[in-house]
């Protein structure tokens, strides 16, 4: 079992940035595939980025494409955000979750944080 702990979330300006971490318990991290999905209020979870087990390869919602960058460090068992860029529309709930492989859809992660809430300012 893997336990995911958010963090970094914040009130920031747009254009401005934040770094969001997403720490792991358990040793078995490595071999998971790591994702962060988005819910803003009154809408659906939403795929923001994916990355693999060994980092090598990583996926984007096109709304963040250049924008953001998701990052790993398996001996750190910590998954990263970097949001620069940030607009009005990126206001959401931040959650990380778990996958046996790097994945789109909110069904194929096993394991979630309980989030972290990025608000940007216009």
Same mark, same amino acid.
């Given at each position: 079992q893997v336990?995911? !702990?958010?963090?970094?979330?914040?009130? !920031?300006? =747009?254009? &401005?940035?934040?770094?969001?971490?997403?720490?792991?318990?358990?040793?078995?991290?490595?071999?998971? =595939?790591?994702?962060?999905?988005?819910?803003? %209020?009154?809408?659906?979870?939403?795929?923001?980025?994916?990355?693999? @087990?060994?980092?090598?390869?990583?996926?984007?919602?096109?709304?963040?494409? &250049?924008?953001?960058?998701?990052?790993?460090?398996?001996?750190?068992?910590?998954?990263?955000? /970097?949001?620069?860029?940030?607009?009005?529309?990126?206001?959401?709930?931040?959650?990380?979750? =778990? =996958? %046996?492989?790097?994945? *789109?859809?909110?069904?194929?992660?096993? *394991? @979630?944080? /309980?989030?972290?809430?990025?608000?940007v300012s216009?």
């Open positions: 336990q995911l !702990v958010e963090s970094g979330g914040g009130l !920031v300006q =747009a254009g &401005g940035s934040l770094r969001l971490s997403c720490a792991a318990s358990g040793r078995t991290f490595s071999s998971y =595939a790591m994702g962060w999905f988005r819910q803003a %209020p009154g809408k659906e979870r939403e795929f923001v980025a994916a990355i693999s @087990w060994s980092g090598g390869n990583t996926y984007y919602a096109d709304s963040v494409k &250049g924008r953001f960058t998701i990052s790993r460090d398996n001996a750190e068992n910590t998954v990263y955000l /970097q949001m620069n860029s940030l607009k009005p529309e990126d206001t959401a709930v931040y959650y990380c979750g =778990a =996958a %046996p492989s790097a994945r *789109y859809s909110v069904a194929d992660y096993l *394991y @979630w944080g /309980q989030g972290t809430q990025v608000t216009s």
